[in-house]
């Protein structure tokens, strides 16, 4: 049988995506390099945490938009369970808005998918050494485009505003008053340039700041 080459201590990697084939793909291209392993693969944002408290990876790399809880919300929780786990962010959605909450949330890195699998591994390897790696042209525009100007309840306010949720839904389910509920919303339309609410969570996630 041939031999293993792998170095004695290989780079433990957590890979979640929740597109199986993307995620095969990925994880049979970084199981060929020589110092990486792939030990858990998971499809949901909610699992995470506890798949890497089980397997104990030296580096995550997560997407954003996940089931169950976004990769950025995960990233933030490994920071608190799981310090020793560098997290690198790999998305199809390169947004500014993104970035910057990923950076907020304790991310190590944030990478865009359209890169060669070579960058991505010397990505994981640079986390895993204390480097911070970000995509240079996405970086260059979270600079010029700025934080989020919504606040976290008006923020709060749009997430709960999907699937047609009534101003009643919402200040239920955030424990608010229906007047609160309608000045955040109004505010956030206000501050995203749009005309109601639907349209004000659309722009809102376009630029990263759902």
């Known amino acids: 049988m041939p031999q293993d080459h792998r170095p004695a201590k290989s780079v433990r990697v957590l890979l979640a995506e929740d597109q199986g084939m993307m995620r ?8 060929l390099e020589p110092d990486l392993e792939v030990v858990a693969q998971v499809a949901a944002g909610d699992v995470i945490v506890d798949k890497a408290l089980e397997c104990r990876p030296d580096v995550a790399l997560l997407d954003i938009e996940l089931p169950g809880r976004s990769g950025l919300d995960a990233a933030a929780d490994l920071r608190e369970q799981v310090p020793d786990c560098r997290v690198l962010i790999l998305t199809t959605f390169g947004r500014p808005g993104y970035l910057r909450r990923a950076m907020e949330a304790g991310a190590a ?22 480097e911070t790696v970000v995509d240079p042209a996405l970086a260059a525009a979270a600079l010029s485009a700025g934080p989020s100007p919504l606040t976290a309840r008006e923020a709060d306010a749009l997430r709960a505003s999907v699937d047609g949720a ?23 339309i206000g501050k995203t340039g749009t005309r109601n609410r639907m349209e004000a969570v659309r722009e809102a996630r376009q630029r990263g700041w759902l």
């Open 166 to 188: 009534t101003v009643s839904d919402i200040a239920g389910k955030l424990h608010l008053s229906e007047s609160t509920v309608r000045n955040y919303l109004s505010s956030a």
């Open 109 to 130: 890195g944030f990478l865009v998918k359209d890169g060669p699998v070579e960058e991505l591994a010397e990505a994981i390897r640079a986390v895993l050494r204390g």
């Open 24 to 31: 095969g793909a990925l994880a049979l291209l970084l199981g």
